[in-house]
């Protein structure tokens, strides 16, 4: 049987870096974990300290991550999501309101924690501009 393998990719000698993604989550612990998942994966992970700095130079940047575990000011999250920037948001399962606000944002996919823990790969495979 043939094979067309002209468009298949393979990973042993496939050199595209899959990108940067940013992070925006006040648990550095957390933080330090999504890195960890996201480096084994190829991604530059950059955690951000402001919602300025989540927002600012753009190019490069795939995915942004934004934890809601803690209270966000989503208008300050606008500039990225009106650029287009994919962005999925995480937290309590039990944080309605965070779901709705971050919804509201117009973020690309909301989740709750264990979801994300879960699914993090997958989430980054899917979400992440190629």
Same mark, same amino acid.
């Given at each position: 049987?043939?094979?067309?393998?002209?468009?298949?990719s393979?990973?042993?000698?496939d050199?595209?870096?899959?990108?940067?993604v940013?992070?925006?989550?006040p648990?550095l612990?957390f933080?330090?974990r999504?890195r960890t998942v996201?480096?084994?994966?190829?991604?530059?992970?950059?955690l951000?300290?402001?919602?300025?700095?989540?927002?600012?130079? +753009?190019?490069?940047i795939?995915?942004?991550l934004?934890?809601?575990?803690?209270p966000?000011?989503?208008?300050?999250?606008q +500039?990225?999501?009106?650029g287009?920037l994919p962005?999925?948001?995480?937290?309590?399962?039990?944080n309605?309101?965070?779901?709705?606000?971050?919804?509201a944002?117009?973020?690309?996919?909301?989740?709750?924690?264990?979801?994300?823990?879960?699914?993090? +790969?997958?989430?980054?495979?899917?979400y992440?501009?190629?």
């Amino acid at each position: 049987m043939d094979v067309d393998m002209t468009n298949q990719s393979n990973p042993a000698t496939d050199t595209r870096q899959p990108g940067t993604v940013r992070v925006s989550s006040p648990d550095l612990f957390f933080g330090m974990r999504i890195r960890t998942v996201l480096k084994q994966l190829g991604y530059t992970v950059v955690l951000t300290k402001s919602s300025t700095e989540f927002s600012d130079h +753009p190019d490069g940047i795939v995915l942004g991550l934004i934890d809601f575990n803690q209270p966000v000011n989503w208008l300050e999250f606008q +500039p990225a999501i009106d650029g287009g920037l994919p962005i999925v948001a995480f937290g309590a399962h039990t944080n309605v309101a965070g779901f709705r606000a971050a919804k509201a944002a117009g973020v690309a996919r909301v989740v709750s924690n264990g979801e994300f823990n879960r699914s993090l +790969p997958d989430l980054a495979a899917k979400y992440s501009r190629k």
